[in-house]
């Protein structure tokens, strides 16, 4: 069985939107951010990082995997599903899956801080990564406009991407201008296993979210 080590995050819901998608039985290990849990030593035997998502995968001697991204190819190999056995198809849905990984994420990651958590407001920054995020976004949308999903059919890319597109407004920044990413948006959340994943663990109060990332950030 797969045990989750898990938040209620976008990177964390990458991984539960995937195990629900997969449909696969596994174990949920909620993990207290504003109580520093992840950075715990038994934690921390599973991810030195001491970041969620991880997993333990007790069909394989306990063998621990940890960073979202290589959580996902890890389930999605193992199981079968949501990334092609082709060349040429694997390397679509990893190219989406590390656009995610090393832009989206950072920058609206960064957007957040500067215009939720931080305790002084700098506007040059609210506004620099603001403006990245749209122009993330913009990528996104101009290669939505004639496909449905990032990478051929439904992948891991679209579940990895989607955690934290449909977050925009924790960003401050609005989906509208952008018609095929909230098209593509919209219909990826009507998903019923994506509307179970981004409820696992229980969604927190947003109070309780700003909390845990200003404590993040001292």
């Given at each position: 069985m797969i045990k989750l080590y898990t938040a209620a995050t976008p990177n964390g819901w990458k991984v539960s939107i995937l195990l629900e998608e997969l449909g696969v039985d596994y174990e949920l290990h909620a993990i207290n951010l504003s109580e520093n849990e992840q950075k715990g030593p038994e934690f921390l035997a599973i991810n030195p990082n001491g970041r969620i998502p991880a997993i333990v995968d007790?069909?394989?001697?306990?063998?621990?995997?940890?960073?979202?991204?290589?959580?996902?190819?890890?389930?999605?190999?193992?199981?079968?599903?949501f990334l092609p056995d082709?060349?040429?198809?694997?390397?679509?849905?990893?190219?989406?899956?590390?656009?995610?990984?090393?832009?989206?994420?950072?920058?609206?990651?960064?957007?957040n801080v500067f215009y939720r958590y931080f305790p002084k407001k700098?506007?040059?920054?609210?506004?620099?990564?603001?403006?990245?995020?749209?122009?993330?976004?913009?990528?996104l949308d101009g290669h939505l406009a004639d496909k449905t999903y990032l990478a051929g059919d439904y992948s891991i890319a679209d579940m990895a991407n989607w955690s934290w597109v449909h977050t925009h407004n924790w960003s401050g920044v609005e989906l509208e201008p952008f018609k095929n990413l909230k098209r593509w948006n919209d219909e990826i959340g009507l998903r019923p296993a994506v509307q179970r994943g981004i409820n696992i663990p229980a969604k927190v109060d947003p109070e309780d979210i700003k909390k845990a990332g200003e404590k993040l950030i001292k």
């Open positions: 007790s069909e394989e001697d306990g063998f621990a995997v940890f960073e979202s991204g290589a959580v996902m190819v890890y389930l999605a190999e193992k199981y079968g599903q082709d060349c040429k198809g694997r390397s679509q849905v990893m190219q989406w899956l590390m656009f995610q990984m090393g832009g989206i994420g950072p920058m609206m990651g960064q957007a700098i506007p040059e920054a609210i506004e620099r990564y603001q403006n990245e995020v749209k122009r993330l976004f913009g990528v």
